[in-house]
């Protein structure tokens, strides 16, 4: 079992539409999750950070997170061609004190 | 959150050369630095910690020999790539930790051995 699981995609939405990617993770001990975007051929970009359980909120993202589900989720509303992009879930803390990847979902927006 | 500096952002060499990345912290002192591989459509590997003033810590499977980490400022971290072989073309990646174990990354390199 992977320690962090995304669906691979390609998740494709309608330009407008709210894109919806989940994240389940392995270690229950883990405290802090994040999601990354990532551009091809680009580095990594923090755009979420949550560590406590529930929605959290930044303009059009919304992080969600479910410690007793060990479900993390990112919502994109309104979404936009230059949010298409893999966007990497994260884990940190737990047996490893590591931060752990996903593989990442491909999100494609069609305008 | 932190600015990272990387270079080259590609390079391209024979096989049997070394290559050197260099990694910058441009706007705080970071004592640890992290290293990361990514092969294509693949997840980041953590290839291993950078320590200023000591010694890296590899993970599992990473060769210390072939990947020589040098962190001598609270600024500089740079990753050597030593007799590079075409299985080591990839993705590398520097890092460094800010607060709230929140990680930025440098811009990433690209290497390419023929």
């Known amino acids: 079992q992977k320690e962090v699981e995304q669906n691979s995609g390609p998740l494709s939405v309608p330009e407008g539409a709210i894109a919806s990617l989940n994240c389940t993770y392995s270690?229950?001990?883990?405290?802090?999750f994040f999601w990354y975007r990532q551009y091809s051929g680009k580095s990594p970009e923090l755009i979420m950070s949550i560590y406590s359980n529930g929605d959290k909120e930044d303009g059009r993202f919304t992080a969600q997170l479910n410690k007793a589900s060990q479900y993390v989720s990112l919502l994109i509303r309104d979404s936009q061609p230059s949010d298409s992009a893999t966007y990497l879930c994260a884990a940190f803390g737990g047996a490893t004190n590591k931060l752990i990847f996903g593989t990442g979902t491909l999100l494609a927006v069609q305008p | 959150g932190a600015v990272v500096s990387q270079h080259p952002s590609r390079v391209i060499c024979k096989s049997g050369t070394s290559v050197k990345i260099e990694c910058r912290s441009l706007d705080f002192q970071a004592t640890t630095m992290f290293w990361y591989r990514q092969f294509p459509k693949q997840s980041l590997m953590l290839m291993a910690t950078?320590?200023?003033?000591?010694?890296?810590?590899?993970e599992q499977g990473v060769e210390k020999d072939k990947f020589l980490i040098n962190h001598a400022s609270l600024t500089l971290s740079t990753l050597t790539v030593t007799s590079a072989h075409p299985e080591d073309s990839s993705f590398y990646i520097c890092s460094v930790s800010g607060t709230n174990e929140k990680l930025f990354f440098g811009s990433g390199t690209q290497l390419s051995v023929l």
């Open positions: 950078s320590n200023e003033g000591s010694k890296a810590t590899y």
């Open positions: 270690d229950r001990g883990s405290q802090s």
